[in-house]
Structures are given as C-alpha cells and as structure tokens.
C-alpha cells in the first residue's frame, strides 16, 4: 500500500528566512499531493494542493513542486512569520481511493 | 454552520464506560473522514463514509469501536468499553468528494481516567 514519509519531523528557522519540508511516496499511482497546517488547539487546515498533471503551484508565499519520477514533493514557505508556525502535514492520494495517506507532520518553529 | 463541528470538545470518561462522539459535517458533503491524533503524533485513518455507506472499517483500532452516519449527515464515533489507551483527539473531516479538499473540525479530546 501506500506509504509516505515526511522530513524533517521539527525546523526552526529564523523570521525572514524559507523553510521547506519534502515528502516521498511509494505509489507511483498517487496522483493528488494536499499540504494542512494545524495550529495548537485545532483541526489541519488545507493550505495547498497539487495534483500530477503539473509541477509547481504558488499562492502569494507558499508554494509546492512535484517529482513524479522521484516520487516527491516539497512544501516551500518564503519570507517566514511568526504565524508560520504550526505543524505541517504532506498526504497523497489515488483518485480511486479515498483514503489520503499521512505524513507523520513537521513542527515548524519561526524564531523572532 | 459554515464549517464541520464536533461534540463535545472536551470528553473525560472513568475506564470502561462508553462514550458517543458526534460530528456534524458541512451540508452537501458527501464523504465523511474519523481520525485520531495522539499527542504530538499524525493523523490515525479510523473510518471513511460515502453517504452513510462505509466502505472501509478497517482503521477501526478494535470492535470497541463502531461508528455509523445516517440522512448523509451526521456522524457519531462510538467507543466501548473505554481504555486509557484510547486517550487522544477525535478529529472528523468532510469533502465534497473523495480526493477534494477536507474540512476539519476542531476535535474531541477524549481523556479516558
């Protein structure tokens, strides 16, 4: 079955500063990659997607990049804040499964 | 409501009572998603419904676990027999469909005592 593996589990980087947190998947069938954020105290929010038929997708200070062949995909924030900081969580999915397969999170700690 | 909404938020139970968790997820949504988070930790697959079909049961972590939905809307988790182990955050989510964006509720944090 699928399986996907987050890294790292925990970045702390300086206000100003990108942070990226890269994901891998083992079914090449996967073809939906959804990124959420969780704040302390609530529910993962969608921040963005991607499905396989494009590369890279950017909305204002965040984007995501796709390697079909390599089977990754990367979460990448620019210009940090200290609203930033919350734990992320990667999944995949195959369009004829509904089951989106979770990464184990990462802790993204902006320091001021 | 304008987003998915679980209840209660907060539930402390004695050791082998039962407990009904509650979700109500936003009009029209069609698929309905139980996880479970434990401290620190990602998300647990419990259950997945389709309507109030449930095509897959098998993220139940035992048969003190059982969950049903009915009209294609609310949802309730329940959990007999109450571990401690069982102590964690109770998160539902909805979609439109299966693969389009899931809306979280806040989660019920279950503390069993």
């Known amino acids: 079955g699928e399986n996907v593996e987050q890294h790292p589990s925990t970045l702390s980087v300086q206000e100003g500063d990108s942070a990226v947190i890269k994901c891998t998947y083992s079914?090449?069938?996967?073809?939906?990659f959804p990124w959420y954020k969780q704040e302390l105290g609530k529910g993962p929010q969608l921040i963005i997607d991607i499905r396989s038929n494009v590369g890279e997708k950017k909305d204002q200070r965040i984007a995501v990049t796709l390697n079909k062949t390599a089977k990754h995909f990367s979460l990448h924030i620019t210009e940090t804040q200290p609203e930033d900081s919350a734990v992320y969580f990667c999944a995949a999915s195959i369009s004829s499964n509904y089951q989106l397969i979770w990464g184990a999170g990462t802790k993204l700690i902006i320091k001021p | 409501g304008a987003g998915v909404s679980q209840s209660p938020s907060n539930k402390v139970t004695e050791k082998g009572k039962d407990v009904e968790l509650r979700c109500d997820p936003i009009s029209g949504h069609t698929a309905l998603y139980w996880y479970r988070q434990s401290l620190g930790q990602g998300l647990e697959f419990l259950i997945y419904?389709?309507?109030?079909?449930?095509?897959?049961k098998s993220g139940l972590p035992s048969d003190r676990f059982s969950a049903e939905r009915t009209g294609g809307s609310v949802s309730t988790l329940t959990i007999q027999r109450t571990q401690q182990e069982d102590s964690a955050v109770y998160l539902c989510?909805?979609?439109?469909?299966?693969?389009?964006?899931?809306?979280f509720g806040q989660g019920t944090r279950l503390t069993v005592v």
């Open positions: 079914d090449s069938a996967s073809n939906y």
């Open positions: 419904f389709q309507g109030n079909s449930a095509p897959d």
């Open positions: 989510a909805s979609s439109w469909d299966m693969n389009t964006e899931a809306f």
